[in-house]
């Protein structure tokens, strides 16, 4: 369907979008950090489209090809979060966790951030309350010497 195909369209755009902020080159901290709060600026700076994007997911989440749309980018998002994780682990600056199971945790968080930012009327600043989550994460995994 072409609605099916307009959002998987933007959802990889949105994903390219995160990554062109992240340098390989930076420590697997700042990657994640920087990963995380680009996803949920991204969707401040394009809040029309993931508005409908939203509305979409409701209506026509239990479509196959929905569906299959929906999980891919959630594939990427989680194993790429997974991958930043475990490149921690092995520098060092992470201490061991469950990679895979750490990345569906900020990812959860995150949709709450997205889903709040979209239904609710908040009094707070939800990309502070983003950042704050991430940082409490990332500060809860550091290896202390």
């Known amino acids: 369907m072409i609605t099916t195909e307009i959002f998987h369209y933007g959802a990889n755009k949105y994903f390219q979008e995160i990554q062109a902020g992240i340098d390989g080159r930076q420590n697997a901290e700042v ?14 700076e394009h809040s ?36 930043i994780i475990r490149q921690g682990i092995n520098e060092g600056s992470f201490r061991q966790v469950e990679a895979d199971k750490l990345a569906r945790a900020i990812y959860f968080l995150s949709i709450g951030v997205i889903f709040t930012r979209f239904v609710m009327k908040v009094e707070f600043d939800l990309e502070d309350q983003n950042h704050f989550q991430i940082n409490s994460i990332v500060d809860s995994i550091k290896k202390h010497a």
Do not use: N, P
């Not at 994640?32 to 969707?43: C, E, M, Q």
């Not at 939203?54 to 479509?63: M, N, P, S």
């Not at 299959?68 to 989680?78: A, L, N, P, Q, R």
């Open 31 to 44: 990657r994640l950090k920087l990963f995380v709060d680009r996803a949920i600026s991204i969707i401040g």
């Open 48 to 83: 029309d489209f993931f508005k409908i994007y939203i509305e979409f997911l409701a209506k026509e989440a239990e479509r196959i090809d929905a569906k299959e749309m929906i999980t891919s980018f959630y594939d990427k998002y989680i194993g790429t979060l997974a991958d």
